[in-house]
């Protein structure tokens, strides 16, 4: 399997509790922030984002919370699932000269318990 | 929707060899991005390119090169590669804009003996 959880700070839960994850991001002049769930050997993908000028966004099962003030972002998950499993990256978009960057985080690795 | 597809999925190479990885986008995204994964490291970004034709170094560009001939399209070169550069290659695209997510494609790994 994939080895790019095994250093990774990790998080188990049991099903059916609810996960938090958390990020602290470095750039202050980051104005949108991105959550992305990696599954064992696929490519990163879109959970759900949030704007510098929020606080909280909530989808389906999910809450981002963003702390400007102590530059930290958590990712909420309610009721987690076996599928709910993988590593989780946050990431912060930025203005770079004429162009936008996304950077990432060292990423958590969520283990749900039966 | 084929959305962000990279080959190959699997290599390895010889120290010293060369290769090219190819990123192909049917999303007409203007922008394009190349990582590098490595075990407790995230992603970290080695290249972008914000438009066919132009391309800029990111945090990690040592020993890569990129194109960007056509706007679908983003290669990976590598000309001499060495051990340090196993890995697992993500490309992805994005919108132009200040807020549009990124789009991954399912990884290249890449293993340099």
């Known amino acids: 399997g994939e080895s790019v959880g095994l250093h990774l700070p990790t998080l188990s839960v049991q099903e059916g509790d609810n996960s938090i994850i958390n990020c602290a991001y470095s750039?202050?002049?980051?104005?949108?922030f991105i959550w992305y769930k990696q599954e064992s050997g696929k490519g990163p993908q879109f959970i759900i984002d949030?704007?510098?000028?929020?606080d909280k966004r909530q989808g389906q099962r999910v809450t981002v919370l963003l702390n400007k003030t102590v530059k930290h972002l958590s990712l909420q998950i309610a009721a987690t699932q076996p599928g709910d499993s993988a590593v989780y990256f946050c990431?912060?978009?930025?203005?770079?000269?004429?162009?936008?960057?996304?950077?990432f985080g060292s990423g958590t690795q969520l283990t749900v318990l039966p | 929707n084929a959305g962000v597809t990279q080959t190959p999925k699997f290599r390895v190479l010889k120290t010293g060899q060369s290769m090219t990885l190819l990123c192909a986008q049917d999303?007409?995204?203007?922008?394009m991005y190349w990582y590098r994964q490595d075990p407790g490291m995230g992603l970290r970004l080695i290249h972008y390119?914000?438009?066919?034709?132009?391309?800029a170094k990111g945090e990690v560009p040592d020993g890569y090169n990129v194109s960007r001939l056509k706007k679908q399209n983003f290669l990976l070169g590598l000309e001499s590669a060495a051990p340090s550069q196993t890995s697992v290659y993500f490309c992805?695209?994005?919108?132009?804009?200040?807020?549009?997510?990124?789009?991954f494609g399912q990884g290249t790994r890449l293993t340099v003996v």
């Open positions: 992805a695209s994005s919108e132009a804009g200040a807020v549009t997510e990124a789009f």
């Open positions: 750039n202050s002049a980051s104005d949108y």
């Open positions: 949030i704007r510098s000028n929020m």
């Open positions: 990431a912060e978009n930025f203005s770079s000269g004429s162009a936008r960057q996304l950077t």
């Open positions: 999303m007409n995204h203007e922008y």
């Open positions: 390119s914000v438009g066919e034709g132009t391309t």
